[in-house]
């Protein structure tokens, strides 16, 4: 038997030490004496193997504890009952609490492992499962391994162990009684069946007792044990299903004592074999296997390797179990009694056990009658949805990952999607629900275009997303590189907007979506295509006035169009454009413009400053490159300047008898002046340039700069620039 594979069957226990009683185990016997006697060994049945097996039934000691407390003369056997603290919750094999202070619990079962916690004396410990010396224990909703040495478990079923010698039983009577289970001999040596086996398992599992079976051996050779262990197979098939416990191999002194009568010396290393080729078999047939034994047996005839890997049975009769290795199951006494069983002038006893662990988990919960909470649609997004849900089970809601796991399907499309919700842990087998999967998200907007702009506004507008509760307006951000919100507009049979307080002769780009509401979230179409769109050049100022009395300021050229505002009289306006039809002035009004009645408004006298062109120079709508060229001066043409613009410097001037704009880098403003005497004229500032002229004194020039450096002045002379000295020029006023 590779006792590695089996290291997760055996169980430990940690108790608090006391003085430990030498047992003598005896299971296969049946009587008080202790010696096996020459009559015993005559009675003899051949075997498949040409040795022979004596039938000790009715002339060996019968129990291990028995002899023992024989020895130590003690007058009864009869002990308390321990608290029995049934496991009620699924999957588990062990309940107890921790022994020692801050006890690490680890990510595997080992001391290699990382620590993951740790948990304090008197801290309640449910056993999931078993590795060596390791418990797995929940832990924080999930699991982790502790050391078996300090949690001490409590017993959670009370059972008994039986054989001919316990006569007719009443296995509703041990049921009633609170017996959990009961052990069973099937029989001893290579092929003797016990004769109430087949009327002891039946009886106790009809009764809903929990079984398993022991068996007595007499092997001398491994070869011997494997034969005895098939005798115990075939006994024992009928009732293969409902054995939940092992079955146990019974290897005692009597063993020994009856191998060495037949010249056989029982070694630590025989003993360990043929238990080995004992369980091997049996558990390769499907069963669990474990041994029986005590403390003195087990440590002269038994490997340490078997005794801590197996399902051990553990007979010491005393109130405290002192055994220092791990065991499953206590025979503490042979001298119980069963309620109902026997009378008091004829007692019927019974040999008692415990068990610690169980040798299967208790049976996980179906899930099939959970309680599932409803889950809502669900928007189609194109990906995989994946909704969580809401299992309860009598009340008590379930954790996910630690109790059920969930898969989806069809869960992408529209449509009915399924999950399926499967147990684990704690839980078995599966429940499933669907959801529905919709497509709510709007459109996607189309048609955006401009409708109408002017200088300081754009308005917008787009075809309806019949499937919308409204649209959200993006404009481009320069600074930030990024599109911004604009506005949000509640229902979709709104579908324009007007941006204002915009910069003339500048372009904004615009995106538009539609939005709807599905419950709390809100779901997006996607953007329209983007529009780039300028608004119109300012117009320019052609004429300023000043209001004579209160007057109304309208949208239009004319009383039939809305007011906008009030002017009070003595109000400054700028009058940008005259009505052909009704003579109405278009003024500068809050950020754009409004009409006024002409009749209202005195136009103020113009003061002009004549300039000359430096060079040929576009002239444009605007004081900037970015506003439309309406015409060309060449250089040297003389211009009425009429203002310059703050920002740019550009000087507005008369062109073709309305108001236009040229850089002010190409025009000199033309300032008079008077020659107070005769003077030269040159082609440079200073008479080291070459003379090309003379002016009379008082004679009239137009000077159109002076130098930094001599103070002499640039002139208009023949068609030319020249200059002249400061010294014989006077500036008019």
């Known amino acids: 038997m590779k006792k590695y594979t089996k290291s997760f069957l055996a169980l430990s226990l940690s108790f608090t030490i006391v003085s430990q ?53 003690t007058t009864t056997r009869a002990l308390p009952n321990l608290q029995v603290t049934p496991i009620t919750k699924p999957n588990l094999i062990g309940q107890g609490v921790v022994n020692t202070n801050n006890l690490n619990i680890r990510s595997g079962a080992s001391t290699a492992y990382e620590v993951i916690g740790t948990i304090t004396s008197g801290t309640n410990v449910e056993v999931l499962d078993r590795s060596g010396s390791w418990y797995k224990i929940s832990y924080n909703n999930t699991y982790g391994y502790v050391s078996g040495t300090y949690i001490t478990l409590s017993s959670a079923q009370l059972g008994i162990d039986v054989s001919k010698w316990n006569g007719l039983i009443d296995w509703n009577k041990v049921k009633a009684s609170g017996v959990d289970y009961a052990i069973i001999r099937a029989g001893y040596g290579s092929s003797t069946v016990d004769p109430y086996f087949h009327e002891n398992i039946k009886g106790a599992i009809n009764a809903g007792v929990e079984v398993g079976v022991y068996w007595f051996s007499y092997a001398t050779t491994s070869a011997q044990a494997k034969i005895e262990a ?19 191999f019974d290897f005692e002194y009597d063993s020994v004592d009856y191998a060495a009568k037949q010249g056989v010396t029982v070694t630590k ?56 290795r791990q065991y499953m199951m206590w025979q503490y006494t042979d001298n119980g009694t069963i ?50 849900v809401k299992v309860s089970y009598s009340g008590k809601e379930l954790v996910s990952g630690k109790d059920y796991q969930v898969s989806y399907s069809n869960n992408i499309s529209e449509g009915s999607a399924t999950v399926k919700i499967i147990g684990i842990g704690d839980y078995t087998g599966s429940i499933t629900t669907s959801f529905k999967i919709v497509n709510n998200t709007p459109d996607k907007v189309t048609g955006l275009t401009l409708n109408s702009k002017t200088t300081n506004s754009l308005a917008l507008s787009w075809t309806k997303v019949s499937n919308s509760d409204g649209y959200e307006i993006y404009k481009y951000d320069d600074s930030t590189g990024s599109y911004k919100l604009l506005n949000t507009i509640s229902g979709n049979s709104n579908n324009s907007y007007t941006d204002s307080n915009l910069k003339a002769n500048t372009y904004y780009t615009y995106k538009v979506r539609a939005y709807k509401k599905v419950g709390r979230k809100t779901l997006y179409g996607k953007y329209s295509l983007s529009l780039k769109v300028e608004t119109n050049a300012e117009l320019s100022v052609i004429k300023t006035g000043t209001i004579t009395s209160g007057i109304n300021v309208r949208s239009g050229p004319s009383i039939s169009y809305d007011k906008v505002g009030y002017l009070n009289g003595g109000t400054k306006v700028e009058i940008v454009e005259i009505d052909v039809k009704t003579g109405w002035y278009k003024i500068k009004y809050n950020n754009g413009y409004a009409y006024i009645s002409n009749i209202y408004v005195s136009i103020e006298k113009e003061s002009t400053k004549p300039g000359i062109t430096t060079s040929g120079v576009n002239v444009r709508s605007g004081p900037s490159t970015s506003y439309d060229k309406v015409g060309y001066l060449n250089g040297g043409t003389k211009v009425e300047i009429v203002g310059t613009d703050a920002k740019t410097g550009w000087h507005k001037i008369k062109y073709n008898n309305e108001y236009a704009y040229a850089s002010n880098l190409y025009i000199a403003k033309i300032t008079p002046g008077t020659t107070t005497s005769g003077a030269n004229v040159r082609i440079g500032p200073s008479t080291s340039y070459e003379k090309v002229g003379y002016l009379n004194g008082g004679t009239k020039v137009e000077i159109v700069q002076t130098d930094a450096k001599t103070g002499w002045h640039k002139i208009i002379y023949n068609n030319r620039y020249v200059y002249v000295s400061n010294l014989y020029v006077n500036i008019n006023k």
């Open 21 to 73: 009683n030498v047992m003598i185990i005896a299971n296969a016997q049946e009587t008080d004496s202790v010696q096996i006697t020459e009559k015993s060994l005559s009675d003899k049945v051949a075997v498949n193997n040409n040795c022979y097996q004596p039938d000790l039934e009715e002339n060996s000691s019968y129990n291990m504890g028995r002899q023992n407390e024989m020895s130590l003369n």
């Open 230 to 248: 098939q005798k115990c197979v075939e006994t024992i098939d009928p009732y293969k299903d409902k054995i939940s416990y092992p079955v146990f």
């Open 269 to 324: 290393s025989l003993a360990t074999n043929m238990s080995n080729a004992f369980l091997d078999y049996v558990e390769n047939q499907g069963y669990l296997g474990g041994l029986y034994t005590n403390d003195d047996f087990g440590s002269r005839y038994f490997s340490d390797d078997l005794l801590s890997s197996s399902y051990l049975w553990i007979a010491q009769y005393s109130s405290v179990n002192t055994y220092p």
């Open 339 to 388: 309620e109902g069983i026997g009378t008091s002038s004829s007692q019927k006893y019974f040999d008692m056990n415990y068990t610690f662990l169980l040798p299967k988990p208790t049976k996980a919960i179906d899930l099939s009658n959970a309680t599932l909470g409803k889950i809502s649609e669900q928007e189609y997004t194109v990906k995989e949805i994946k909704p969580s």
